[in-house]
């Protein structure tokens, strides 16, 4: 296995060089990308924030040990490339991995880059480490990680407690990447400090983040990019206007609205695309009365998947489950299998018959209706479709009342479980069950806003997660889901696709399928002007 896997991590380094080299006699370097960000984020601490915009415009500061192939444009196994690490191995039996480092790398303060970078990053994810984060929204990554080891200051050793091939997965994901063990979490929340293609500069909240090019950069000739700075525009009509009028270089759109860029600047590139984002229902389980499993199925039943849907992109999304479908998905379920769950029935009014039954055995009915508050985050993705969902619930007797919360205290009330039913965003940092299932359904996860908790399912996540073989892992996954699906763990609404624009003269930037942050290093971005 660790000759098998050397070979691999080789062949990756090649693929890496023949990409990056295709493109060498036509780029220009030179040049301010100009990107829209959606919304200010409370920091730019990459360990501590869940959301995609300050991954975004962080992504580039810092480097990862491996990362997915910035030019593939599904995330898989198959696609992971060496990045700080020159290659990586597996011991016999699995527990074991093994990355030697790139020798002669620095921080942007000029230090150098050593194995204990990487050990003080992972010992302060798994909390070992005397530092401490903030928020730690991805631990339940790391729950099988028993230690970090240094060989000398250019190899390091990831020791785990039982096999689990797709480790390697999670070290390669946009989220992953290696802070300094010099400087504190605090201090990387305003002002980080990496290895990567571009050095921060600014973050003026509700205005812009900008970063610069690294001219140190341990890349040769690599970024292209003079900077890139990220524009905050929370008002989407304002930031369409600034993008046709040739303000802004790349912009996310939702599909509906992508008809009107395309008519007023019918030169510009598009594509639509899924990323690896569901809506879902987060119903806090223990609060009453959705302690109750039968008022959370009535909740799940009064779902019409395909009308949110329809309405909020035009019918271009995706049903499925805790894993993002196919084909875009690697681990999603197949159509004839998913229609199976629990509540996927595509008969609506037959669901919401049995729904309403429920209710009227818990005490509610047309005269006796439940009245809450429905939470969700203060910008579009969240409120548009938290208003079907209200639409919705009211045909099982359930009166909602949306409550918007900004996006600084969203994240904190989903993690102090102070709401009773919301609609929430979930943007897979892997498109792997190793990420997807320990962080949303793992027990005492801090991204398990639901408080799920099924200590017998969590024998099978850990079954499938140290499945070699990819088949067999799927039909454990696939378990997995039904079950999740009869326990109403956290009801996914629908996956939606996404449009995203940018002006002819950006090159080389690949938008990928499964994810929404893995593709923004930008050290081959470059500018045709």
């Not at 929204?137 to 990831?158: C, I, M, Q, S």
């Not at 073989?469 to 889901?481: P, T």
Request: overall charge neutral.
């Amino acid at each position: 296995m660790k000759q098998h896997l050397g070979v691999l991590a080789a062949a990756g380094s090649l693929l890496l060089t023949m990409s990056i080299g295709q493109g060498a006699l036509a780029e220009k370097p030179g040049g301010i990308l100009r990107v829209h960000a959606l919304d200010s984020p409370p920091s730019l601490s990459m360990h501590e924030e869940v959301d995609a915009n300050p991954a975004r415009a962080t992504m580039g500061v810092f480097n990862n040990l491996v990362m997915f192939d910035q030019h593939a444009k599904q995330n898989s196994m198959q696609s992971i490339v060496p990045d700080l690490a020159t290659g990586w191995s597996w011991s016999e039996d699995g527990t074991e991995l093994t990355l030697p480092l790139r020798e002669g790398v620095r921080w942007h303060d000029g230090k150098p880059f050593t194995s204990k970078d990487v050990k003080c990053t992972w010992d302060l994810l798994t909390g070992k480490s005397s530092e401490k984060l903030r928020l730690n929204p991805r631990k339940a990554w790391y729950r099988n990680l028993a230690e970090v080891t240094t060989n000398g200051d250019y190899e390091v050793n990831f020791h785990l407690q039982r096999p689990q091939p797709a480790f390697v997965a999670l070290l390669a994901a946009g989220f992953s990447v290696v802070y300094p063990c010099h400087v504190t979490p605090a201090e990387m929340r305003q002002h980080p400090i990496g290895t990567g293609p571009f050095k921060f500069v600014e973050f003026k909240p509700n205005e812009r983040i900008t970063v610069t090019r690294n001219r140190d950069y341990w890349k040769r000739e690599r970024p292209y990019l003079d900077a890139i700075e990220f524009s905050i525009i929370r008002d989407v009509s304002t930031a369409h206007l600034a993008f046709i009028a040739g303000k802004l270089d790349w912009i996310g759109t939702s599909i509906p609205l992508l008809k009107d860029i395309k008519s007023e600047a019918p030169g510009v590139v598009c594509e639509v695309t899924p990323g690896g984002i569901s809506r879902n229902l987060i119903i806090n389980r223990d609060a009453p009365p959705f302690d109750s499993a039968d008022m959370r199925r009535a909740m799940a039943l009064s779902l019409d998947r395909k009308a949110f849907i329809d309405i909020i992109s035009e019918g271009q999304g995706d049903i499925g489950g805790a894993m993002q479908p196919l084909p875009e998905g690697v681990w999603g379920m197949p159509l004839d299998v998913l229609k199976m769950l629990p509540g996927y029935d595509p008969d609506v009014q037959k669901n919401r018959a049995e729904a309403r039954e429920i209710m009227r055995k818990l005490g509610y009915g047309p005269d006796n209706r439940l009245a809450l508050n429905v939470s969700t985050r203060n910008i579009p993705p969240f409120r548009d479709p938290a208003v079907i969902l209200i639409d919705q619930l009211k045909q099982v007797f359930i009166d909602g009342e949306l409550e918007i919360v900004e996006t600084a205290l969203w994240y904190p009330k989903m993690y102090r479980k102070d709401f009773k039913i919301g609609l929430n965003l979930t943007g897979g940092g892997v498109d792997d069950p190793d990420q997807q299932l320990y962080e949303s359904y793992g027990c005492g996860s801090p991204r398990n806003y639901t408080g799920y908790c099924n200590p017998e399912l969590e024998k099978l996540f850990d079954r499938q997660s140290m499945e070699a073989n990819e088949g067999k892992r799927k039909q454990l996954v696939w378990e997995i889901e039904r079950r999740l699906a009869e326990d109403g763990a956290r009801p996914i609404i629908f996956y939606n696709r996404f449009a995203y624009c940018w002006q002819p003269q950006v090159k080389d930037w690949t938008m990928m399928v499964n994810s929404i942050i893995n593709n923004w290093r930008m050290e081959d971005v470059w500018l045709d002007r």
